[in-house]
């Protein structure tokens, strides 16, 4: 795996802490630093999804735990599907094409 140089800054502190918990694993400050960067990487992917996904997510399970079925083709033909809806909600029957 290719490496890249960087050069940062840490307050005494928190290098102090970094080093001890550096021995305490059995491992490089660097090895440790390079792990909780991983870490910290993916936690922020998981929390930083938009609003609207977490939402349609949020929906999926619902109707998961309600049973809720779908037509298999529903990715494809939403629109058929919507105006369907839409018009048995309004009482409307729609002409068939």
């Given at each position: 795996?290719?490496?890249?140089?960087?050069?940062?800054?840490?307050?005494?502190?928190?290098?102090?802490?970094?080093?001890?918990?550096?021995?305490?694993?059995?491992?490089?400050?660097?090895?440790?630093?390079?792990?909780?960067?991983?870490?910290?990487?993916?936690?922020?992917?998981?929390?930083?999804?938009?609003?609207?996904?977490?939402a349609l997510f949020?929906?999926?399970?619902?109707?998961?735990?309600?049973?809720?079925?779908?037509?298999?083709?529903?990715?494809?033909?939403?629109?058929?599907?919507?105006?369907?809806?839409?018009?048995?909600?309004?009482?409307?029957?729609?002409?068939?094409?």
């Amino acid at each position: 795996m290719a490496m890249v140089q960087r050069k940062f800054y840490l307050p005494e502190a928190l290098y102090n802490q970094l080093q001890i918990q550096a021995k305490v694993a059995g491992i490089t400050a660097t090895a440790l630093l390079r792990e909780f960067v991983d870490q910290g990487i993916k936690r922020k992917k998981r929390t930083s999804q938009p609003r609207g996904i977490q939402a349609l997510f949020g929906l999926v399970r619902m109707a998961e735990k309600q049973g809720w079925k779908a037509p298999k083709d529903l990715s494809v033909n939403h629109n058929k599907y919507f105006v369907e809806a839409w018009e048995k909600q309004k009482g409307r029957k729609r002409k068939k094409t």
